[in-house]
Nanobody, 121 residues
Framework: VQLQASGGGLAQAGGSLNLTCVASGSITSIDDMGWFRQAPGKERELVATISRSGTPNYAHSVKGRFTISRNNAENTVYLQMHSLKPEDTAAYYC????????????????WGQGTQVTVSS
């Protein structure tokens, strides 16, 4: 499974950005997909995950501001980010896994390259 993320960039605080991740390869084996982020000097952390059936899970820090969605027919997962804050600045990684739902970073087997999101104050 290969994951290709796109859509990062620079935004002002209070602004919006959208991320897209397209999966290819053995995609029929994928169950959950999600987004994680890593700021300099910090560990990679959960942003949001979504099951194949569309059930989302969000980190407390982004709940109400970010929306994850998924198009199984197009093997794509999206992250809409609104009301951005400087603390949202990080490299955002798309991830996917097989099997039971999980929000744990360590449970995700497949990772895309990071896409940088920078929010200025």
């Amino acid at each position: 499974v290969q994951l290709q993320a796109s859509g990062g960039g620079l935004a002002q605080a209070g602004g919006s950005l959208n991320l897209t991740c397209v999966a290819s390869g053995s995609i029929t084996s994928i169950d959950d997909m999600g987004w994680f982020r890593q700021a300099p000097g910090k560990e990679r952390e959960l942003v949001a995950t979504i099951s194949r059936s569309g059930t989302p899970n969000y980190a407390h820090s982004v709940k109400g501001r970010f929306t994850i969605s998924r198009n199984n027919a197009e093997n794509t997962v999206y992250l809409q980010m609104h009301s951005l804050k400087p603390e949202d600045t990080a490299a955002y990684y798309c991830a996917a896994k097989r099997g039971a739902p999980s929000t744990s970073r360590d449970a995700y087997e497949y990772w895309g390259q990071g896409t940088q999101v920078t929010v200025s104050s």
